[in-house]
């Protein structure tokens, strides 16, 4: 159905909601906030069966910091096309924005049923369940999240606070290992890890990975100094 509506768009006599919706895309990447706003607004007076407008208006809200603004067209998008992985994600974050954790994680369940690896809405919905005090369920994610995207470092690293913050203290250190392999010459992994041990009873291990954070940063201050002055302009 949805299709079949964009397809028949740029055949319709009189105004081109097509256009419009292409021209309040170019205004909000411009900047200009006022004017995509209100082109969106009359591409969805103009075909309120689209859900592609009220997507792009919500998500526009959300921008503005308007998410009580948002969440009616976010709902409005979901209800003329349930199967659109992306208004189900936009809905969730119009939910987050209104306090509502629970419907946040609802929508975004809905969202990465739909599109699996959809990355923004896992992220997100680890992020909402975590806030909702299920903590279970958001390392959960996190660890499947970690699997899908081995090279996210940023993953690891939230994962390795989740399970840290959750008591989890072995699982922590497992993933701030990893993270120094990854990453083996970032030294704040290193000083993560010893602090962690550290926390763990485990002296011995936190100061050889305390040593290693202090070799590192060494290793950069000397770099510093060593890196040759361009020459003057004058």
Known sequence: MQLALLLA????????????????????????????????????????????????????????????????PASQAVRLDP???????????????AKDLPAAVTAD????????????????LARAE??????????????????????????????????????????AEQALRTLTEVEPHTAGWHRRLARLLEREGKATDAATELAKADRLMGEKRRERHLRPLLPSRR
């Open 83 to 97: 199967g659109s992985p992306r208004g189900w994600h936009v809905l969730s974050l119009a939910d987050e924005a």
């Open 130 to 171: 975590w806030g909702a005090g299920r903590h279970a369920d958001a390392i959960d994610l996190y660890l499947r999240i970690v699997a899908e995207r081995p090279n996210d470092v940023a993953a690891l690293a939230t994962l390795a606070s989740a399970e840290e913050e959750d008591g989890r203290l072995e699982a």
């Open 9 to 72: 768009l740029p055949l319709a006599s009189g105004p081109n909601p097509l256009g419009e919706l292409h021209a309040a895309l170019t205004a909000e990447r411009a900047g200009d906030a006022g004017s995509a706003g209100r082109l969106l607004e009359r591409v969805c007076r103009e075909v309120p069966g689209w859900a592609l407008p009220w997507i792009e208006l919500a998500q526009l809200r959300l921008s503005q910091g308007d998410g009580a603004g948002a969440r009616g």
């Open 109 to 124: 369940q809905r969202a990465v049923a739909l599109r699996p690896g959809y990355a923004e809405a896992e992220d997100h």
